[in-house]
């Protein structure tokens, strides 16, 4: 039903430092994070000195107690490297924490105004934090040699519904209701870069009602 | 490139711009105009002499909306094989002469934020043409212009009046250079860097470019670099069956088509990568002189671009 094997959906790959890059610029969201601090050892061992033209921007973690009013007893701490203290620790030339992906894309925004040629882009977290920063590294003609990225976390989608041009944000279901109009949409592989989404489709428009089984496919 | 697609033209006009440069103004012999180009375009002469045919790449320089002619500008090269001196000594208003369809290998970038574009002497004709696009755009950009002296700056009353502000020149002969790294180390994101001038030029830019991050993808260069000589081969072709003689004036290309042969083509520099052929034996060495196969490539000495490319050998067959 998704139609998959659709060329625009995108692949990533596992995020690797290119020490071809003068100025590097990172943004990572929750265990994303844990591969932006693989990528700053490889650079720290490989270019130490390119730390100091490092710039990272992060989304840490989120705990769980945010959400849940059960007294959530403290876990085991994550055998991560990834805590900011971390990456604190490496003299990078600059350090920001946000607290949710507006924000940080707004700073992110600023910080490619003024960016130089020279500058490489990663950018680790779920699938749709990718798409979101892509589709404001592509309006300053950032291309593929000069941006990687890699997915981890969830890969709910953002679904745009080509009915009424609403996007629906953290879509787990293969079919979802419009936030906007409310048309039952297919969610497809068709994937836009610049509207960082998958295509949405009414999918009981030959017979309104009947809808295919609803599952969670995007966890 | 077959022959068949040639175009007859007319010179209409010639003027020696400086003392080495000649630019010529071409018009159709048939039809009212020129095929449409886009900026950064070259086209092919062909020169017939009597002993031999000559098939040189200009560049286009006049305004890609502005079809009723075509104009080049063509250097006086000092070790010409022939082709730059039969364009200054033998064509004269009114001789006619074959060139090919336009071709491009040097667009500018459709979505670059920013463009700079770096001339050296004759390297300032592709630019030519891009200044009357970028002139009616928005794209912010800055040329770069470098000659040997104030006598060699070729079309500098136009570009003036095209560009204003934007064009900054650098004459040898008062000591001026191109600062590569203050130029190519604070360009704003998005920018692209296009070179068109001497071999060691178009090295220090793309090499300077990369030591500051810029990937290849953002670099663009073009030099049409002429045959270089050297000794005399011989070549077997082998589904035509029959042996050709390479002088030592003479490109493995000029020789083949000599005998008949069509190859296609489409720059004759070096560049394109579109007249590459199968090597498919050779006892001794080939002698790569392109810019298209990668050093891997060349290592593996089942391929040659005839254009530019020539070799040193007991014996070589080609799949031609």
């Keep these: 039903m998704l139609v998959t094997g659709i060329k625009s959906k995108p692949v990533y790959a596992p995020l690797r430092a290119d020490t071809g890059g003068r100025y590097h610029l990172m943004l990572g969201k929750g265990i994303g994070n844990v591969a932006l601090m693989r990528v700053l050892r490889e650079l720290q061992s490989a270019a130490p000195q390119a730390l100091g033209r490092t710039r990272v921007l992060l989304i840490p973690e989120q705990t769980p107690a945010t959400t849940a009013a059960l007294p959530v007893p403290p876990a085991d701490p994550p055998v991560s490297d990834a805590r900011p203290e971390n990456f604190a620790a490496l003299g990078l030339e600059a350090l920001r924490e946000f607290s949710d992906v507006p924000s940080l894309l707004r700073e992110f925004r600023s910080l490619l105004d003024g960016a130089l040629m020279g500058t490489r882009l990663y950018v680790a977290g779920p699938e749709s934090f990718i798409g979101l920063a892509m589709k404001i590294a592509l309006e300053f003609d950032l291309n593929k040699d000069e941006i990687r990225a890699e997915e981890l976390g969830t890969s709910a989608r953002r679904v745009y519904c080509i ?32 509207l960082a989404a998958y295509m949405g489709v009414m999918v009981d428009a030959e017979a309104p009602g009947e809808l295919p089984q609803i599952k969670e496919v995007f966890v | 490139m077959s022959e068949a697609q040639t175009l007859e033209v007319e010179v209409t006009a010639i003027e020696q711009v400086t003392p080495l440069i000649k630019h010529f103004k071409l018009r159709p012999v048939a039809g009212e105009s020129m095929p449409a180009f886009s900026g950064g375009s070259h086209i092919v002469v062909v020169m017939r002499t009597p002993t031999r045919v000559y098939r040189n790449p200009y560049s286009l320089l006049s305004p890609p909306h502005r079809l009723e002619s075509y104009e080049i500008g063509v250097r006086r090269m000092d070790e010409s094989r022939g082709g730059s001196h039969f364009m200054h000594d033998r064509v004269r208003v009114g001789t006619r002469l074959e060139i090919a369809h336009p071709v491009n290998l040097f667009a500018l970038d459709k979505i670059a934020r920013k463009h700079v574009l770096i001339a050296g ?96 993808s953002h670099i663009h260069w073009e030099q049409f670099s002429a045959p270089p000589v050297g000794d005399a081969f011989e070549v077997f072709l082998a589904r035509s069956k029959m042996t050709v003689h390479v002088a030592p004036d003479q490109s493995l290309l000029e020789s083949i088509e000599a005998q008949g042969v069509e ?6 520099g070096g560049v394109c990568g579109f007249c590459q052929t199968r090597v498919l034996e050779v006892d001794g060495e080939l002698i790569h002189n392109d810019h298209f196969l990668s050093d891997a490539e060349k290592a593996k000495r089942n391929t040659i671009m005839p254009c530019v490319s020539r070799a040193r050998c007991k014996s070589l067959v080609l799949d031609l």
């Design chain 1, 163 to 194: 009915h009424c041009r609403a996007t629906t944000e953290d879509v787990r279901t293969n079919i979802v209701r419009c936030v906007d109009c409310g048309s039952w949409l297919l969610v497809r592989d068709h994937y836009s870069r610049r």
């Design chain 2, 121 to 216: 002497g004759i390297g300032i004709t592709p630019f030519m043409a891009h200044l009357e696009d970028l002139h009616e755009g928005r794209v912010p950009y800055e040329l770069h212009y470098s000659v040997r002296g104030r006598e060699h700056a070729a079309f500098l009353p136009r570009i003036l009046q095209r560009t204003g502000e934007r064009v900054r020149m650098y004459y040898d002969s008062e000591g001026q250079s191109i600062d590569f790294d203050g130029l190519l180390s604070h360009q704003p994101l998005g920018t692209h860097v296009y070179v068109c001038g001497p071999a060691g030029m178009i090295d220090r830019v793309a090499a300077t470019a990369r030591e500051w991050g810029w990937p290849d």
């Design chain 2, 263 to 268: 190859v296609p083509y489409l720059c004759r």
